[in-house]
């Protein structure tokens, strides 16, 4: 599975320093919108494998990611390119919403 569990430590090298297409899932455990977007996202990992990196942050262990990003509301699920963040989704969406922001940046 290529989904990317980051953290403080890998997220310079896994996404900030990434020349591609990143998909950052901010979450939370307790968070039951969460939790519908999380299988979602596990999808896209793997359908996205070799053209885009997927990665999730739970907010509540990476606090330093959480406030960096400005997260106020999970989940917010941003997209990356080149490291620089090129869209911003906040709240359950579908599949395909997440997959169309992938694509229109690869």
């Known amino acids: 599975m290529s989904l990317l569990h980051l953290t403080d430590e890998s997220f310079k090298t896994e996404i900030s ?3 591609g297409v990143a998909l950052v899932d901010f979450w939370a455990p ?9 299988p979602v996202i596990e999808e896209l990992a793997t359908e996205f494998e070799g053209k885009a990196k997927v990665g999730k942050v739970n907010v509540d262990e990476q606090q330093n ?7 106020m509301s999970i989940p917010a699920v941003f997209v990356f390119k080149n490291g620089e963040v090129v869209d911003t989704l906040i709240g359950a969406m579908a599949k395909e919403d997440y997959k169309e922001a992938i694509q229109k940046h690869l």
């Open 30 to 38: 307790w968070c039951g919108p969460c939790q519908m977007v999380g």
């Open 65 to 71: 990611l959480a406030e960096h990003f400005q997260i």
């Open 17 to 19: 320093e990434y020349e």
